[in-house]
């Protein structure tokens, strides 16, 4: 496979399940990002890896959990979500957190998470 | 605070030229991105501008005038796959590393 991918693609939970969002990319980079989708909303950047080490957490609750084995794969641990965090979180990568020119962000296809 | 702006929507006819525009304002500035997103797809990169004036890069061009904290995005030819949000995202520094803040995003819609 290339590219950033994400599974599952679709998840349905309710609000006492734990679940995890799984994030895998194969461009050898080394910086890895969260990011929450809602309807008619920007993207919201949740999460940052630096080489896996966590560099940002943009004000998430802590029913959030990321994790970051290694620098091709990245995690996001859910757990007694509400119904407001339904939305579509995306993953992405870059080759570094740096403002290189060629620095741009490759996005996975998105997990649509509906919490009832 | 860091806020970016761009319209909803819009349409415009197959064949035709649209000109989708974006304003902003942070704290920084380390580049502007263009990203094309069809419904329930992953964003996919566009375009880069971080100095002033026009890039262009086939039937897509991103000018951006830092002084003005504006750029846009022009589509030229339009084509029915080319319905789609387009999300304009700015790069800035913070905490010793780089944040991308996005749009809300501008949705097209290319009529026959």
């Known amino acids: 496979e290339t590219g950033v991918t994400q599974t599952p693609r679709h998840l349905v939970m309710g609000m006492t399940n734990k679940k995890s969002l799984k994030c895998e990319q194969h461009?050898?980079?080394?910086?890895m990002y969260w990011y929450k989708q809602s309807a008619k909303k920007p993207l919201e950047l949740m999460f940052v890896?630096?080489?896996?080490?966590?560099?940002e957490n943009n004000s998430v609750p802590s029913r959030f959990s990321p994790e970051c084995p290694n620098s091709s794969h990245l995690f996001l641990h859910l757990h007694t979500l509400q119904p407001e965090d339904s939305a579509l979180y995306l993953c992405?990568?870059?080759?570094?957190?740096?403002?290189?020119?060629?620095?741009?962000?490759?996005f996975g296809p998105g997990t649509r998470l509906t919490v009832l | 605070g860091q806020n970016i702006d761009q319209p909803t929507e819009m349409t415009a006819t197959e064949g035709a030229i649209v000109q989708i525009n974006c304003t902003y304002q942070t704290s920084g500035f380390n580049g502007l991105f263009w990203y094309q997103q069809h419904a329930g797809e992953a964003p996919t990169f566009l375009s880069y501008?971080?100095?002033?004036g026009l890039e262009e890069k086939g039937r897509f061009s991103s000018f951006l005038s830092r002084s003005k904290g504006y750029s846009y995005l022009l589509l030229k030819e339009l084509q029915m796959k080319d319905s789609a949000s387009y999300l304009c995202a700015v790069r800035y520094p913070s905490g010793g590393y780089n944040k991308l803040i996005f749009g809300a995003g501008t949705r097209l819609a290319v009529h026959p």
């Open positions: 501008n971080v100095l002033d």
């Open positions: 992405a990568s870059s080759q570094d957190s740096s403002g290189r020119i060629d620095n741009e962000q490759f």
């Open positions: 890896y630096s080489l896996e080490e966590r560099v």
């Open positions: 461009l050898g980079h080394n910086a």
